[in-house]
């Protein structure tokens, strides 16, 4: 149960949803003639666009924006989340937890480049026409469970295995996040205040369980508002992670910086992350800024669907987001709220680390003592221990090799009761 139950349905969900991404991509590529023409086929439609360098803040998805926004995006997920953290500190040791981490990027990539490649077979099954802009799905987010039935509808449980992926994706991040603010719950704000049993407190902290389970379910229906499921995603992981990120950086980075500092720069980068956040769903970017991709509908012809009776010549366009959305040029408050959703992270951290540190220094943030384990230092930069290794290999190489100092010095005393039969036969094979 508990932190343990967790994780191990992740993993379980996890392997499920690579099932389904398998699953639509070898049928894709069965269907489109291979792997190769799915990858021409998105290179010719513009899908493959990686050396895009545009530095405006405003476009929505260039190189800088993927690398930059995305950057600030994992840290906060990765460094700062608590439903990561509380996963670290649950390992043995420092071994066990950087292990976890390369064993989560061999999943995190698995996932991300199966979603990615499966986008690619969506495009290459309808290059010609477009489900979405001839109203055979109401949102683009319906486009790939359009393409599972129509291509994966003959094989029994296919399907329903897609489905499967679809809620495993889901309730992965909800099942983590309930636990993490249970958790929080709990043992910060309820534990220091409140003598009770751990029996009580596990009661409770089932009881918090449900009631934010409950209240995931009610904000589901809110997300469904912010457009599409990966940028609601991105979007809230920026307005919240940002200001957060930017705390713990002032704090470990920043020695003058004290309490007050930091809770007006949390409140100050919240206040403008959701600021920024909001204006852009009120007044969405022009497609100017935007730049959506062309959709086909040239190969359509629908002549024998109960429903549908339509060919290239006339058909019934979907009205788009991008179209329809006033530019308000009069008072440019359309440009204003463009900024990409991945630079709300971005925005958000540096202005909780710039007001926070400044607020520090004028609280009387440069006269205080502070510890310096709770400081950045030189030993915890991967650069340090990248010079360290290199300094190690170059003195191990230029020093006369002895066998047994050096086992002794790497792996202690050796025991007295075995003898050191391999280590002489290791020494007159050197001499001879």
């Not at 009631?211 to 307005?239: D, E, K, N, R």
């Not at 086909?296 to 669907?305: E, K, L, M, Q, V």
């Amino acid at each position: 149960g508990g932190l343990k139950a967790v994780v191990w349905t992740d993993v379980i969900q996890l392997g499920v949803m690579l099932a389904g991404f398998l699953a639509v991509i070898i049928q894709s590529a069965a269907l489109q003639g291979g792997v190769i023409t799915i990858i021409s086929d998105s290179q010719q439609g513009g899908r493959l666009n990686f050396l895009d360098f545009d530095p405006n803040p405003l476009r929505r998805h260039t190189f800088w924006t993927m690398s930059i926004g995305g950057t600030f995006i994992w840290v906060g997920v990765y460094g700062i989340n608590q439903a990561q953290v509380q996963r670290y500190i649950s390992c043995k040791s420092m071994t066990h937890a950087r292990l976890s981490l390369y064993i989560n990027l061999l999943g995190l990539w698995s996932i991300l480049l199966s979603s990615v490649f499966a986008g690619m077979c969506l495009y290459s099954v309808y290059k010609d026409c477009d489900p979405w802009s001839v109203g055979l799905v109401s949102a683009p987010d319906q486009l790939m469970p359009y393409l599972v039935m129509d291509i994966l509808a003959g094989y029994p449980g296919l399907p329903g295995l897609f489905v499967a992926a679809a809620y495993s994706g889901s309730l992965s991040t909800v099942s983590s996040s309930i636990n993490a603010l249970a958790a929080v719950t709990v043992e910060d704000l309820i534990r220091p205040h409140a003598k009770l049993s751990e029996k009580h407190l596990s009661w409770i902290s089932k009881g918090m369980s449900l009631s934010y389970g409950v209240l995931c379910i009610g904000m589901a229906g809110l997300a469904s508002l912010m457009g599409g499921a990966l940028q609601a995603a991105i979007s809230i992981f920026g307005i919240i992670g940002g200001p957060l990120l930017g705390l713990f950086t002032l704090g470990i980075l920043c020695p003058s910086a004290n309490s007050k500092g930091g809770l007006v720069g949390l409140v100050s980068g919240l206040v403008v992350s959701l600021w920024v956040g909001i204006g852009a769903q009120v007044y969405p970017p022009p497609s100017e800024l935007t730049k959506p991709l062309p959709l086909s509908t040239d190969g359509c012809n629908f002549t024998t669907a109960d429903s549908f009776n339509w060919t290239s010549a006339a058909l019934p366009m979907q009205p788009n987001s991008t179209a329809t959305v006033p530019l308000h040029d009069d008072d440019g408050r359309s440009l204003m709220y463009s900024l990409s959703y991945l630079y709300f992270s971005p925005l958000g951290t540096i202005i909780s680390i710039s007001v926070g540190l400044i607020v520090s220094m004028l609280t009387g943030g440069c006269r205080q003592q502070v510890e310096s384990r709770l400081l950045l230092k030189k030993e915890d930069t991967t650069f340090y221990h990248f010079i360290k290794l290199f300094k190690c290999r170059a003195k191990r190489q230029s020093r006369q090799l002895n066998l047994e100092k050096d086992r002794e010095k790497k792996f202690g005393n050796t025991n007295p009761v075995f003898s050191d039969l391999e280590l002489d036969l290791t020494k007159s094979s050197i001499a001879l």
